[in-house]
Nanobody, 115 residues
């Protein structure tokens, strides 16, 4: 069973930065796509960014230019650098990994941006 464990969430001030990490229990090179999603209170889970095995990325328009995803195959880790954080970034952030036949989710980590 694949496990994804997020860390790095917390409380940050408006305009601040935070780095999220997702540790996988298996080699992440086996995942065709990995990414970050988020869910704010009362809203649906939404895509933040995805990355594929060629390191091609797709960012949500709301985070483009502020967030950066990175994939460290040697450490089996996915990271998300978040800069210039806004109130609207407050959410639970989930790590996601997909193969051709399965999708895996982490338990989520809370990010709260305070003004």
């Amino acid at each position: 069973q694949v496990q994804l464990v997020e860390s790095g969430g917390g409380l940050v001030q408006l305009g601040g930065s935070l780095t999220l990490s997702c540790a996988a229990s298996t080699s992440i090179s086996s995942f065709q796509h990995m990414g970050w999603y988020r869910q704010a209170p009362g809203k649906q889970r939404e895509l933040v960014v995805v990355i594929d095995t060629s390191d091609a990325t797709m960012y949500a328009a709301s985070v483009q230019g502020r967030f950066t995803i990175s994939r460290e195959n040697d450490k089996n880790r996915l990271s998300l650098q978040m800069n210039s954080l806004k109130s609207d970034d407050t959410a639970v952030y989930y790590c996601n990994a997909r193969t051709s036949i399965a999708t895996f989710w982490g338990q989520g980590t809370q990010v709260t941006v305070s003004s």
